[in-house]
């Protein structure tokens, strides 16, 4: 069994900032890929950030941002702690949405990889 823990999100003003965690914790032999996507009222799923674990690659080679938010938000993560940071800065009323953390993985050596999701945290930006 696999679980993402997602926290962090909630509600701030226009040019405020938030910071969303999420640990994968559970049945895990190699954690590849993990990031985040967001999906608003009436919009599909979408892209926010993603980081590959390769530690042999330069920080700009392992990141990839959705344009929208490029400047603004940063991806980061702890190997050591199965986690993935989303740092939001200068927050738009049109981030607003509900973030998915995603984690592509192994659960043994044997296996094949797959996704996983989280179960989503209400991000808010409103005066």
């Known amino acids: 069994q696999v679980e993402l823990v997602e926290s962090g999100g909630g509600l701030v003003q226009p040019g405020g900032s938030l910071r969303l965690s999420c640990a994968a914790a559970?049945?895990?032999?190699?954690?590849?890929?993990m990031g985040w996507y967001r999906q608003a009222p009436g919009k599909q799923r979408e892209l926010v950030a993603i980081?590959?674990?390769?530690?042999?690659?330069?920080?700009?080679?392992?990141?990839t941002y959705a344009d929208s938010v490029k400047g603004r938000f940063t991806i980061s993560r702890d190997n050591a702690k199965n986690t993935v940071y989303l740092q939001m800065n200068s927050l738009k009323p049109e981030d607003t949405a509900v973030y998915y953390c995603?984690?592509?993985?192994?659960?043994?050596?044997?296996?094949?990889?797959?996704?996983?999701w989280g179960p989503g945290t209400q991000v808010a930006v409103s005066s």
């Open positions: 559970g049945s895990i032999y190699r954690l590849y890929a």
């Open positions: 980081i590959k674990n390769e530690d042999t690659t330069s920080y700009q080679d392992m990141t």
């Open positions: 995603n984690a592509n993985l192994r659960r043994d050596w044997y296996g094949n990889r797959a996704d996983y």
